[in-house]
């Protein structure tokens, strides 16, 4: 049984939120202040805290830093009124679990502290991946013998029992939709529909009714009325990839169906209800497009409840033959043949090459060698590279200096830029074709003091 602690000044809604979360099976402790809701935490093993962001004496804000000192792993679900967002902001970026706008149902708080306390319970297993040992995770049609792709999938198998909203990051050809699909499967909602939708694939001004739907009438050629995405995905699951690239407008709307789970269709004024698990997917630095304001910090901050990150090809090349073999078999099956194999040094071919489309570009290429192939064997004639992406060559000069990893060049780059502009951070970012903030973000990545700017 959790224990929750509420911290809240206002006596009648203290007293609510104490029934309806016994009437729940939670264990309650109740404070009307911060300075004594600190006590009860230290005196009780505590699983959640919900506090007023409000609060006489010591603030939300102040009672939330000083709680992590205390347990640094525990949520905190912090309630602010609905005008005040920007302080729900600042409580995230200070370590809130999530928040609640005032006024809100209790059945949506007890929803938001039953999806936190399976996140934590998710985080806490997490810990212990790595000493785990000798357990491997088998998922269908995912290839992973290495120690990389295992994490991945340990977290998938903690994650996908529960309704916790993930993010998905990677490389584009990584396999993040396999991912997606296999938190589907393995969910309490695989007998419900997964539901796939690509935001760069379709114009910015038809998105919003692919996700939301449209009413008869909503817009020339709307003939008849149409459901969204949303309504499709029903008790199933919504698989939103590229979200780093939605437009803000509609951003908005995804922040209201996460916090609200409700939404209307484009032209319409009836309020549909929906209860569908959100998985989204970005090759992009989310936090970079915070910076650059392209992307909003609370729908960054209702995402982001566990994020997995899967490794590009590169850094698993211990997966390669494998992942070969599986391609070949699959390959020879749908012709009906026999699966054509690999020669040593084809292999090797393989294996040292860099991957930069990752593991859809190493099936294009096998399917590619397939299907130009006469033999059962496949050599190293076989095997043709994109010429857009350039294939090694034995003895070609290396395209980093020796010694010299991506990250580290790409940081020398960066402050060459900002010396050739002499200062100047819009000019230096214009060179780079960065935005500004951009290039402010990046610089104190690396730990570069933020100069002043100079004018051209």
Avoid: C
Avoid at 191 to 206: D, H, Q, R
């Amino acid at each position: 049984m959790n224990s929750i602690l509420i911290v809240e000044d206002e006596p009648k809604m203290r007293r609510l939120l104490e029934l309806k979360l016994a009437e729940q099976g939670f264990t309650t402790f109740s404070s009307p202040d911060a300075e004594t809701g600190l006590t009860l935490l230290s005196q009780n093993p505590i699983d959640l805290v919900i506090t007023d962001f409000r609060l006489p004496g010591m603030n939300g804000l102040e009672f939330l830093q000083a709680a992590r000192q205390v347990n640094a792993a525990l949520p905190i679900v912090v309630m602010t009124a609905y005008g005040t967002v920007e302080s729900a902001v600042e409580a995230m970026k200070a370590g809130a679990s999530d928040y609640v706008l005032k006024p809100f149902s209790l059945d949506e708080l007890v929803l938001i502290v039953r999806k936190e306390l399976d996140a934590s319970k998710l985080r806490e297993e997490n810990r212990s991946l790595r000493e785990a040992l000798g357990h491997r995770y088998h998922y269908e049609n995912i290839v992973a013998r290495s120690d990389k792709m295992q994490q991945v999938l340990a977290m998938v198998e903690r994650v996908a029992p529960t309704n916790a909203t993930v993010l998905l990051g990677g490389e584009s050809g990584v396999g993040k939709d396999l991912i997606a699909r296999a938190i589907h499967q393995h969910s309490q909602r695989a007998s419900g529909p997964f539901v796939k939708i690509n935001s760069t694939a379709i114009p910015e001004n038809l998105l919003e009714s692919e996700l939301f739907g449209y009413e008869k009438g909503a817009f020339s050629g709307a003939t008849t009325s149409k459901p969204g995405k949303f309504e499709l995905a029903n008790k199933g699951t919504l698989f939103l990839d590229e979200i780093g690239d939605v437009p803000q407008a509609i951003q908005v709307k995804l922040l209201r169906v996460l916090q609200e789970r409700e939404f209307e269709r484009l032209g319409g004024t009836k309020t549909l209800k929906v209860d569908v698990r959100l998985i989204a997917a970005t090759n992009r630095d989310l936090r970079a497009a915070l910076e650059e304001g392209s992307f909003r910090e609370d729908l960054y901050y209702r995402l982001n409840v566990v994020a997995i990150d899967i490794p590009p090809l590169r850094e698993h090349k211990e997966d390669i033959p494998d992942l070969a073999r599986f391609f070949l078999e699959r390959f020879a099956g749908e012709a009906s043949e026999q699966p054509k194999e690999l020669t040593p040094a084809a292999l090797r071919l393989l294996v040292d090459y860099h991957w930069p489309g990752n593991v859809r570009e190493l099936e294009n290429i096998l399917q590619r060698a397939v299907t130009f192939s006469n033999g059962k064997l496949l050599d190293t004639a076989d095997i043709r590279f994109d010429p857009a992406t350039g294939r090694p060559v034995a003895g070609a000069t290396p395209v980093l200096p020796e010694g010299v990893t991506l990250e580290q060049w790409e940081d020398e780059i960066i402050r060459e830029a900002l010396r050739r502009a002499g200062g100047n951070k819009s000019q230096a970012a214009r060179s780079l074709g960065l935005s500004r903030n951009a290039l402010r973000y990046r610089l104190s990545k690396i730990g570069v003091p933020d100069p002043p700017e100079k004018d051209s």
